[in-house]
């Protein structure tokens, strides 16, 4: 199983990204697929989450109204789109996966990729 997470890069206060994680090696279709980051010095949070089958979405507080996770599975690809972004969102931004999205919650996916950076500042 591999999840390749690209699309990182050093941009301003303001601007947007869009983050692709291409998965390999597991049925995307089965799998909810999560996105987390991790600040130098902090700890590694949740940022979103979009179940298997009806795509239901979840997105922590900090980047509601802002993010929008989204899939192809045809693809094997999920998505994050990161608008209006913060000097507060810079981080290595990692993609998971796990057959339970609730785990998303508690940090335990079964399958983690490499991170992409993200780094915003003026």
């Known amino acids: 199983v591999q999840l390749q997470a690209s699309g990182g890069g050093f941009v301003q206060p303001g601007e947007s990204l869009t983050l692709s994680c291409e998965v390999s090696g597991l049925t995307l279709d089965y799998y909810a697929i999560a996105w987390f980051r991790q600040a130098p010095g902090k700890e590694r949070e949740g940022v979103s989450c979009i179940s298997s089958g009806d795509s239901s979405t979840l997105y922590a507080d900090t980047v509601k109204g802002r993010f929008t996770i989204s899939r192809d599975n045809a693809k094997k690809t999920v998505y994050l789109q990161m608008n209006n972004l913060k000097p507060e969102d810079t981080g290595v931004y990692y993609c998971?996966?796990?057959?339970?999205?609730?785990?998303?919650?508690?940090?335990?996916?079964?399958?983690w990729g490499k991170g992409t950076q993200v780094t915003v500042s003026s």
């Open positions: 998971a996966a796990d057959l339970t999205w609730t785990s998303w919650f508690i940090g335990d996916m079964s399958y």
